[in-house]
Nanobody, 122 residues
Framework: QVQLVESGGGLVQPGGSLRLSCAAS????????MGWYRQAPGKQRELVAT???????NYADSVKGRFTISRDNAKNTVYLQMDSLKPEDTAVYFC????????????????WGKGTLVTVSS
């Protein structure tokens, strides 16, 4: 079993910053890609940013230049530094892990955290 636990959400004013963290635990040898997705009220879940174990990153156009994704492979942890936050960034942010390998090889599925709420409001 693999578990993902997010932290760092909260209420912030427009223009402010927050840093999200997500730690993966369980019988993990490696994780190919980790990422962040978000779901605003009444909308579908959307990609925010992803990062591979080699450090390659991908960002949604709406967050480029404002958000930075990073990871610590030794700790199986991914971070999302969010700067210049806007009200439209308000959403539940979910962590994702894909290409997870354990003692018996790849698990063959991706994993999700339960989410952390980010509210950007004055």
């Amino acid at each position: 079993q693999v578990q993902l636990v997010e932290s760092g959400g909260g209420l912030v004013q427009p223009g402010g910053s927050l840093r999200l963290s997500c730690a993966a635990s369980g019988r993990i040898y490696s994780i190919y890609a980790m990422g962040w997705y978000r779901q605003a009220p009444g909308k579908q879940r959307e990609l925010v940013a992803t990062i591979t174990s080699g450090g390659s990153t991908n960002y949604a156009d709406s967050v480029k230049g404002r958000f930075t994704i990073s990871r610590d492979n030794a700790k199986n942890t991914v971070y999302l530094q969010m700067d210049s936050l806007k009200p439209e960034d308000t959403a539940v942010y979910f962590c994702n892990a894909d290409g997870v390998a354990g003692p018996g090889g790849y698990y063959g599925m991706d994993y999700w955290g339960k989410g952390t709420l980010v509210t950007v409001s004055s």
